[in-house]
Nanobody, 122 residues
Framework: EVQVVESGGGLVQPGGSLTLTCAAS????????ISWFRQAPGKGLEWVSG???????GYTDSVKGRFTISRDNAKITVSLQMNNLKFEDTALYYC????????????????RGQGTQVTVSS
């Protein structure tokens, strides 16, 4: 069964850091792109960052310079290192998988996890 599972969320103060991890199973991970999306309370789903099967990465403007996405094909995981967190980063974060290149639309992904909550609060 194709699965992706998120972990690493939590409560952090503004300016703090968290690392989210997306663990995959049931498919040839190295052939797949992984993206992170988030949904804040009362708002729509937002693409945050993606990494293609070949390693090309992308970020939404609001997280550039603060978030870093990386993949470890041996461990079959993708990590999202989040630094200098802000109140507006509070959201439920999802990872999603699709073959090849990442896109910014969840509709293009055929697997999505249940999400991990990130709360930035003082």
């Amino acid at each position: 069964e194709v699965q992706v599972v998120e972990s690493g969320g939590g409560l952090v103060q503004p300016g703090g850091s968290l690392t989210l991890t997306c663990a995959a199973s049931g498919f040839t991970f190295s052939n797949y792109a992984i993206s992170w999306f988030r949904q804040a309370p009362g708002k729509g789903l937002e693409w945050v960052s993606g990494i293609s099967s070949g390693g090309t990465v992308g970020y939404t403007d609001s997280v550039k310079g603060r978030f870093t996405i990386s993949r470890d094909n041996a461990k079959i995981t993708v990590s999202l290192q989040m630094n200098n967190l802000k109140f507006e980063d509070t959201a439920l974060y999802y990872c999603a998988a699709r073959r090849g290149l990442y896109t910014r639309s969840m509709m293009d992904y055929n697997r999505r996890g249940q999400g991990t909550q990130v709360t930035v609060s003082s």
